[in-house]
């Protein structure tokens, strides 16, 4: 009997130990870079992507009528994220007529941001802040062209907010390929894949960051798509918005900032 109880005992010891061990282990992979999405995450969009896409349809001249808009319009919706080129290639089937879509949506979303502004998803500036004031890198990355980044980052005042800002012109592929953080982890000398987090409004945002391996895959529910997309594509954790995410990665002491 005493021998029983003393084994029972044990394996209660042993397995404490390893629960004490395992979290030492996750307390060690603090979080080096955070690579946060623009439109949607970070910035308001209030449908001007859309709308940009719209106009650029119409301008270049195979704008869609009937349900074959409606499929284009959905289409569009479910690839929020992902290169700009990348959506208009597939919905022209053309490369010529794609290349000049892509030209108009910029110009058309310039245009747009002229006209109605834009201004950043309340909190984001001192959740940037925050997060860099803690000795984490900071980068931004984009579904835009590199001249659409620049056009969007000036109108917020934005040129020095993060680390680096990255288009898929930059990194090689877009969303939601892995390019744009592993070119994040890479250019700020982060040390592993588990030490980055990555944080999106869209699946695309989300299969981006399981696909680089990153430790942390976080959505929020500010943009395109809504918990259940985003918890489907990959995300550890879902935050209404970006402003709770200094507080989950345990860099803020108000826990109301959390969902």
């Given amino acids: 009997m005493t021998t029983d109880i003393d084994t029972e005992t044990a394996v209660e010891l042993a397995e404490i130990e390893l ?47 009937g349900a074959a808009r409606e499929g284009a319009r959905q289409y569009v919706r479910d690839t929020m994220g992902q290169s700009k080129i990348e959506v208009f290639r597939v ?20 245009e747009l941001i002229a006209e109605v502004g834009v ?14 004031g803690a ?16 056009a969007l980052l000036d109108a917020l005042g934005w040129s020095d907010l993060a680390d680096l800002v990255l288009a898929p012109a930059d990194a090689g592929r877009g969303r939601p390929h892995p390019d744009m953080p592993l070119t994040a982890l890479l250019r700020t000398g982060t040390s592993s894949v588990d030490a980055m987090a990555v944080i999106g409004d869209t699946q695309s945002d989300m299969l981006s960051g399981v696909n680089a391996g990153a430790g942390l895959v976080v959505g929020v529910l ?4 809504d918990r259940d997309a985003l918890e489907a594509a990959g995300a ?17 002491d108000d826990a109301d900032e959390l969902p």
């Fill in 91 to 110: 919905l022209t089937g053309d490369e010529e007529l794609a290349q000049r879509a892509n030209l108009e949506f910029e110009g058309a979303y310039a």
């Fill in 19 to 65: 629960t004490e061990e395992l979290s030492e282990l996750e307390d060690s992979h603090e979080i080096e870079l955070v690579v946060l999405d623009m439109a949607g995450t970070t910035v308001r969009d209030d449908g001007l992507v859309e709308r940009a896409f719209a106009l650029a349809a119409e301008r270049a001249g195979f704008a869609p009528e």
């Fill in 222 to 225: 500010t943009g395109a798509h």
């Fill in 236 to 252: 550890d954790e879902v935050l209404d918005s970006i402003a709770g995410l200094p507080a989950l990665l345990g860099l803020a």
């Fill in 135 to 150: 000795g984490a890198s900071v980068v931004l990355t984009t579904g835009f062209s590199p001249a659409t980044r620049d």
């Fill in 119 to 132: 201004s950043p998803i309340p909190g984001a500036e001192e959740a940037i802040r925050a997060l860099r």
